[in-house]
């Protein structure tokens, strides 16, 4: 370990040091940025809908809906909704926190009670105007959706998705079995996927004349072909555009062709994650008619599962004004020596926040090993989930009553994994850290955290503690640090001495 100025923290430049008989993944450096494509052409499913025409503001961007926000004396009157905090607010409205005011206390470093009205100066000069599109709940995969039988659906719409199998890897899968697989590993509302799939491909209820095994959702992006990769690409750009707006990263919806829109300010992440989504595989005039014409896909959405708003009055609002992050410790025995091999990185795949950290164990094994060492529960709860090399567990309180709070692991080796449906105390052993399950180059467990079905980040207002440890942000990923009163740990790919920890 080594010291940190209390004023200010300094991350060093670490020479990689191959460390041979050690077990430290070495992940390949990506630009999460660019992992989508956008050609200048592409081919879409057309719909036989007729677009309709939006107003164009002055500097060319339109606005969506019809019913204006209210602007009193130059201040826009903004209810909070759930996840909002002050920086995220002020990105979407384009001003700083301090042109932000309240009659109520507004905490920059909490989120903000779902409802609480603000008073946000016109640095847009624009009177927006949105009718949501989708509920946050609608978007994740979140309690609304727990008892959602997939398979059963998928059998009953008699479509041909019911007897569709695909092969994924060394396994057999079938439709529903993969629709299961990318909503459970990306947090993605099932129904949300399925009417995705019908939308685009009518494979749900219908048998249709033509099969496309290629791109049965005609994206046509060459990295992901067949209906597994291209159901886990309609799920990432969703997470995109969700988690993007949530986090404030953009204010606008660009189309490959060059055109954009402002997105309204007070629109919520589940809307704009539909919005993002169709922004990036329809030309604007087909994503207007597609969102907005009489034929669109929230019709269809309806017309397969019912009224979604009133479904989302059961679980919302998803986050409160008062949430805390739970009390936890470092996934590992005490005493025992682990590397800090990866900073803050996405907690799944790329669109989904930086809120997640690698350790490898230092154990002297071969580097892609299954480890003798122990990852343990860092809080206690229940196993809701136990497969694939990943195991989660839900929080719950001293009543033994679930929190909304989940650790995610991965990287748990097949041999020795907890079963589905254990209860587990603080520091009881879920499995041993391995190389099996995703992309490793190294033995490690990738350790992240959800509530109520969305991926949390770390950093303001849900930091990420783990045994006093605080992980701090940064620009870029897996290179970040952890911090406990003036010592820091720092992240290492060949784990060198500065990244080494003992809990």
């Given at each position: 370990?080594?010291?940190?100025?209390?004023r200010?923290?300094?991350i060093?430049?670490?020479?990689?040091i191959?460390?041979?008989?050690?077990?430290?993944?070495?992940p390949k450096?990506r630009d999460?940025?660019?992992?989508?494509?956008?050609?200048?052409?592409?081919?879409?499913?057309?719909?036989?809908?007729?677009a309709i025409?939006?107003?164009?503001s002055?500097?060319?961007y339109i606005?969506?809906i019809?019913?204006?926000?209210?602007?009193?004396?130059g201040?826009?009157?903004?209810?909070a909704q759930?996840?909002?905090?002050?920086?995220s607010?002020?990105?979407?409205?384009?001003?700083?926190?301090?042109?932000?005011?309240?009659?109520?206390?507004?905490?920059?470093?909490?989120?903000?009670?779902?409802?609480?009205?603000l008073q946000i100066s016109?640095?847009?000069?624009m009177?927006?105007s949105?009718?949501?599109?989708?509920?946050?709940s609608?978007v994740?995969?979140?309690?609304?959706a727990?008892?959602?039988?997939?398979q059963?659906?998928?059998?009953?719409s008699?479509?041909y998705?019911a007897n569709f199998?695909?092969?994924?890897?060394?396994?057999?899968?079938?439709?529903?079995?993969?629709?299961?697989r990318?909503?459970?590993?990306?947090?993605?509302?099932?129904?949300?996927l399925?009417?995705?799939?019908?939308?685009?491909?009518?494979?749900?209820?219908?048998l249709?004349?033509?099969?496309?095994h290629?791109?049965p959702?005609?994206?046509?992006?060459?990295?992901?072909?067949g209906?597994?990769?291209?159901?886990?690409?309609?799920a990432k750009?969703?997470?995109?555009?969700y988690y993007g707006w949530?986090?404030?990263?953009?204010t606008?919806?660009?189309f490959?062709?060059?055109?954009?829109?402002?997105?309204?300010?007070?629109s919520n992440?589940?809307?704009?994650?539909?919005q993002?989504?169709?922004?990036?595989i329809?030309?604007?005039?087909?994503?207007?008619?597609?969102?907005?014409g009489?034929?669109?896909f929230l019709?269809l959405?309806?017309?397969?599962?019912g009224d979604?708003?009133?479904?989302?009055?059961?679980v919302?609002?998803?986050f409160?004004g008062n949430?805390?992050p739970?009390?936890l410790?470092?996934?590992?025995t005490p005493?025992?020596?682990?590397?800090l091999?990866g900073?803050?990185?996405?907690?799944?795949n790329s669109?989904?926040?930086?809120g997640?950290?690698?350790f490898?164990?230092?154990?002297g094994e071969p580097?892609?090993?299954?480890?003798?060492?122990?990852?343990l529960?860092a809080?206690p709860g229940v196993?809701?989930r136990?497969?694939?090399?990943i195991v989660?567990i839900a929080?719950?309180d001293?009543q033994?009553?679930?929190?909304?709070?989940?650790?995610?692991?991965?990287?748990?080796?097949?041999?020795?994994?907890i079963?589905?449906?254990?209860?587990?105390?603080?520091?009881?052993?879920?499995g041993?850290p391995?190389?099996?399950?995703?992309?490793?180059t190294?033995?490690?467990?990738h350790f992240?955290r959800?509530?109520?079905?969305e991926?949390i980040g770390?950093?303001?207002?849900?930091?990420?503690?783990?045994?006093g440890?605080t992980?701090?942000t940064?620009?870029?990923?897996?290179q970040?640090s952890l911090v406990?009163g003036a010592q820091i740990?720092?992240a290492s790919q060949?784990?060198?001495i500065?990244s080494?920890?003992i809990?």
């Amino acid at each position: 370990m080594c010291k940190m100025n209390k004023r200010k923290v300094v991350i060093l430049s670490l020479l990689l040091i191959v460390i041979s008989g050690c077990n430290f993944p070495f992940p390949k450096p990506r630009d999460y940025a660019s992992e989508i494509p956008f050609p200048t052409s592409r081919s879409y499913q057309t719909q036989t809908v007729e677009a309709i025409h939006l107003p164009t503001s002055t500097n060319s961007y339109i606005q969506l809906i019809q019913t204006p926000m209210t602007v009193i004396d130059g201040r826009y009157q903004y209810y909070a909704q759930s996840g909002d905090t002050l920086n995220s607010v002020a990105k979407h409205f384009g001003v700083e926190p301090n042109q932000i005011n309240s009659d109520r206390p507004l905490d920059p470093y909490k989120m903000i009670t779902p409802g609480q009205l603000l008073q946000i100066s016109d640095a847009i000069g624009m009177n927006y105007s949105s009718d949501k599109l989708l509920p946050d709940s609608e978007v994740i995969f979140s309690p609304s959706a727990d008892d959602f039988d997939i398979q059963g659906y998928i059998l009953a719409s008699g479509g041909y998705l019911a007897n569709f199998q695909q092969q994924v890897g060394a396994e057999l899968l079938t439709g529903a079995e993969i629709v299961r697989r990318v909503a459970t590993n990306t947090s993605v509302n099932p129904r949300l996927l399925l009417a995705v799939i019908e939308y685009r491909s009518h494979w749900l209820t219908s048998l249709p004349a033509t099969i496309d095994h290629t791109y049965p959702l005609g994206f046509h992006f060459s990295d992901y072909r067949g209906f597994y990769l291209e159901c886990s690409l309609a799920a990432k750009l969703l997470n995109k555009g969700y988690y993007g707006w949530r986090e404030g990263q953009f204010t606008s919806l660009n189309f490959f062709n060059g055109s954009a829109i402002r997105i309204a300010p007070q629109s919520n992440a589940g809307s704009v994650a539909l919005q993002y989504f169709f922004a990036q595989i329809y030309p604007q005039s087909a994503w207007e008619a597609n969102l907005y014409g009489p034929d669109n896909f929230l019709n269809l959405y309806q017309q397969l599962f019912g009224d979604y708003w009133q479904r989302a009055e059961s679980v919302e609002p998803l986050f409160s004004g008062n949430l805390e992050p739970p009390l936890l410790e470092l996934p590992f025995t005490p005493g025992e020596e682990w590397a800090l091999t990866g900073g803050l990185h996405v907690d799944w795949n790329s669109g989904t926040p930086s809120g997640a950290l690698d350790f490898a164990p230092l154990t002297g094994e071969p580097r892609c090993s299954t480890s003798r060492a122990w990852v343990l529960s860092a809080a206690p709860g229940v196993v809701v989930r136990s497969s694939e090399n990943i195991v989660v567990i839900a929080l719950e309180d001293e009543q033994m009553m679930k929190t909304g709070w989940q650790l995610f692991y991965m990287h748990i080796a097949k041999q020795d994994s907890i079963a589905q449906g254990t209860h587990v105390r603080l520091d009881d052993p879920i499995g041993h850290p391995s190389c099996e399950g995703g992309l490793a180059t190294g033995t490690h467990v990738h350790f992240a955290r959800k509530y109520k079905g969305e991926w949390i980040g770390a950093g303001d207002p849900l930091p990420l503690v783990l045994s006093g440890w605080t992980a701090l942000t940064g620009e870029k990923q897996f290179q970040t640090s952890l911090v406990k009163g003036a010592q820091i740990i720092t992240a290492s790919q060949n784990a060198g001495i500065n990244s080494r920890i003992i809990r």
